[in-house]
């Protein structure tokens, strides 16, 4: 039996490997690139990651939590999918407007860093460094939410409905093709955090030895190099309009007139109705986003998080009357498990800290570990695609929060000496970068995996005339898990302190000394909450009326 079985695993794993991963291959059409740009564009934008972490750390004196405060405003904007997605089904045709709008805000961020890092004193005469890096921060998500909410209605324009015969294709073929977009489309995003990590590898050799002043200069290349990263997603809509050419020209050689050529070609010919409720609730609560921010008032982030959760919940039960009953719940169910899955806090930006300072983890080695985690997600995509798919959300979310929380543990068990302890009983060979390496490589998989059954779902069951607007309002109900991941993150800051030193520029003198002291406790805490909400999620699901994809 046991030559049995190793005669029959090169076959096996051949046929495995077929349908796994050149399957996809296969299954790629030119259509599916235009979007794919887009997401690429999105995936990019990682490339400035480490250089503003260390930007930060080494030059600005903003808190962790003032910064978790900063990452709720940042992922804010992607509440606003809601209005911009129904915006793009009402005015279709001219929805690359709003790339070429976003990639002109993301081209304006890089462009404010570009001036701190190359002409800092010129900046610092017109405001605060810490006012323009808020500023360039806050609008890059802006421009990638611009860009994103078309490229999710991209995707589905990419899915042919007829065949080139003028044929049209049939159901369970398109399902699959979306399923294939889908994957695709997350594919692309982390290809070009693959991407980046390498050329981050590649820059931040050796810039922990460099002055002050050659460190900078490395860093302004890395902003400058990331100016490409507009051009590529307006590349993307030009591509998808040449396409469109080529295919409208395509059935009128085949004897249809224009009319009916871009009859066929188009996801819907018509306008849906306006959805006032949609818009003036985007613009009610883009309105009081901006006073409360802008106003300074206290609890604005809280307040904000309210309101846009109950915007988007009224949305959804608007939108949800579009579906028969058992696809609202199986709709309602998934996006739960996914909010629930997302809204974990993380431990913020002391974590970083840390490492940076205690474990001696410099750029160089961050990226590496940037590079093995996009490189071994991007391979967990394929190795994890017939299980996303024949596997309930349940399980799925189950899965990865028992994984998650298993491998959460190394990193507290290295605040707590276990790379010490390793390290005297191999020689030195398992130590902190050993374990952090190993670590990333198992966790990097698990992030992505848990967007791709509910994108496919909303893409293949979501009514024709509605796809960017069920795109929208359920991505930013997912999104606003982020805030709530941001906002968690900053209560837990501002129970357990944990600060980095922060000298003055001119004098050297520590203005704020170093503090990790309560960091274990904030990571275990951490891991609790990230274990125990997403389990009792499920249980929920499972014992309700609820359903999931």
């Known amino acids: 039996m046991n030559i049995k079985f190793l005669n029959g695993l090169p076959a096996a794993l051949v046929r495995w490997v077929d349908l796994n991963l050149l399957s996809l291959g296969r299954e790629m059409r030119l259509s599916y690139l235009p979007p794919l740009m887009v997401y690429l564009a999105a995936g990019i934008s990682s490339l400035t990651g480490i250089v503003g972490t260390f930007y930060v750390k080494e030059r600005l004196g903003l808190s962790a939590e003032f910064l978790a405060a900063l990452g709720f405003w940042m992922a804010l904007p992607w509440a606003l999918k809601m209005p911009l997605g129904h915006l793009v089904d009402l005015m279709w045709r001219w929805k690359s407007l709003l790339v070429y709008m976003g990639a002109g805000l993301i081209a304006l961020s890089l462009f404010i860093m570009v001036g701190l890092l190359g002409y800092t004193e010129s900046m610092r005469a017109l405001a605060p460094l810490a006012h323009w890096y808020v500023a360039a921060a806050l609008l890059a998500p802006i421009g990638y939410v611009l860009q994103d909410v078309v490229a999710d209605a991209m995707t589905v324009e990419a899915v042919p409905r007829v065949e080139p015969n003028g044929n049209m294709v049939e159901a369970g073929k398109r399902k699959q093709m979306h399923i294939t977009m889908q994957t695709l489309g997350r594919v692309a995003i982390i290809g070009g955090g693959i991407l980046v990590a390498v050329v981050n590898v590649i820059l931040m050799r050796d810039v922990a030895t460099l002055s002050e002043e050659e460190k900078g200069a490395v860093y302004l290349f890395v902003y400058q190099l990331a100016l490409i990263i507009p ?118 930006a002391g974590a970083t800290w840390w490492m940076i300072d205690e474990l001696d983890f410099d750029q160089q080695f961050l990226a590496t570990l940037s590079l093995i985690g996009s490189t071994l997600t991007l391979a967990g995509m394929f190795i994890f695609r017939r299980f996303m798919a024949e596997r309930s959300m349940a399980y799925v979310i189950g899965f990865l929060t028992v994984a998650g929380t298993v491998l959460s543990l190394p990193i507290i068990g290295m605040y707590f000496g276990l790379h010490e302890w390793t390290a005297a009983r191999t020689d030195g060979v398992v130590d902190a970068r050993f374990i952090a390496v190993i670590d990333t490589a198992l966790e990097s998989p698990l992030g992505q995996i848990a967007m791709i059954p509910m994108l496919a779902w909303i893409a293949n069951s979501a009514p024709d005339k509605l796809k960017a607007t069920f795109f929208a309002v359920m991505a930013s109900f997912t999104n606003l898990a982020l805030s709530a991941s941001q906002l968690g993150t900053k209560y837990i800051n501002q129970v357990f302190t944990v600060t980095r030193e922060v000298k003055d520029a001119e004098t050297g003198e520590i203005l704020i000394p170093a503090d990790y002291s309560e960091l274990g406790i904030l990571l275990i805490t951490v891991t609790l909450i990230g274990f125990v909400l997403p389990m009792l999620t499920v249980v929920l699901i499972k014992y309700s009326r609820l359903r999931s994809a």
Do not use: Y
């Not at 409360?292 to 919940?313: D, H, N, T, V």
């Open 231 to 348: 051009l590529v997603s307006v590349c993307g809509v030009w591509l998808a309009a040449w396409l469109k050419r080529r295919d409208t020209k395509r059935f009128i050689t085949q004897g249809l007139d224009r009319k009916a050529a871009e009859a066929l070609l188009n996801v819907h010919n018509e306008a849906p109705p306006i959805n006032w409720w949609i818009l003036g609730g985007g613009l009610v609560f883009m309105i009081i986003s901006l006073g409360a921010g802008l106003g300074q008032i206290p609890g604005a982030e809280e307040i904000i998080f309210c309101l846009s959760m109950a915007i988007i919940l009224f949305l959804i039960w608007r939108l949800t009357s579009e579906l028969e009953p058992e696809a609202r719940r199986v709709l309602v169910g998934t996006a739960l498990l996914v909010f629930v899955f997302r809204a974990i806090p993380t431990p913020g």
